[in-house]
T-cell receptor, first 113, second 112 residues
């Protein structure tokens, strides 16, 4: 079975500090895509960053970067210079063969002033 | 602007009633999805459709039904057989080229 685990149900970080959210997944496939989605209190799911499994280079998107360890099946998200607007639920997910997404249970991040 | 719209934003249902949630997209995506999200939980797949006039059950399809008569539209009906339907319902579609999933703003259903 394909699964995604996020071991941190809740986290908090001081404004301007750095925080890392962990994600591990399980799949026997070799070609897939990994994602981090953000869901703020408005409930709108927003794509934060994506990583193609065949690419070794870690993806970055402004203050957001990932540490992708394919052999360990680990895909952590680092948020630098945290801002109050980063407060949200963060979901790790992957997609196989362009069809179905598998989502983790989410990590609730609170950025404290 | 391209995107996914869901209506209504809030919906209240009496026990024993069927209700239909609307989902429309103008992104020209073939695949569309319905997820259920309970408070503080992740997303669970209800139904998905890869192409018009075809759809597949997800992990929690019991008590739900869908149709896909047009590429742009993928309505979800919550039937009276769904005993605990209070949740947030999210509709999504996939850009096949980028393998990126786009989401609508959700419909929050409450059973009175």
């Amino acid at each position: 079975a394909q699964t995604v685990t996020q071991s941190q149900p809740e986290m908090s970080v001081q404004e301007a500090e750095t925080v890392t959210l962990s994600c591990t997944y399980d799949t026997s496939e070799s070609n897939y895509y990994l994602f981090w989605y953000k869901q703020p209190p408005s409930r709108q799911m927003i794509l934060v960053i994506r990583q193609e499994a065949y690419k070794q280079q870690n993806a970055t998107e402004n203050r957001f970067s990932v540490n992708f360890q394919k052999a360990a099946k680990s895909f952590s998200l680092k948020i630098s210079d945290s801002q109050l607007g980063d407060t949200a639920m963060y979901f790790c997910a992957f997609i196989l063969d362009g069809q179905n997404f598998v989502f983790g249970p989410g990590t609730r991040l609170s950025v404290l002033p | 602007d391209g995107g996914i719209t869901q209506s209504p934003k809030y919906l209240f249902r009496k026990e024993g009633q069927n209700v239909t949630l609307s989902c429309e997209q103008n992104l020209n995506h073939d695949a569309m999805y319905w997820y259920r999200q309970d408070p503080g939980q992740g997303l669970r797949l209800i139904y998905y459709s890869q192409i018009v006039n075809d759809f597949q059950k997800g992990d929690i399809a019991e008590g739900y039904s869908v149709s896909r008569e047009k590429k742009e539209s993928f309505p979800l009906t919550v039937t009276s057989a769904q005993k605990n339907p209070t949740a947030l319902y999210l509709c999504a579609s996939i850009d096949d080229r980028e393998n990126e999933q786009f989401f609508g703003p959700g419909t929050r259903l409450t059973v009175l």
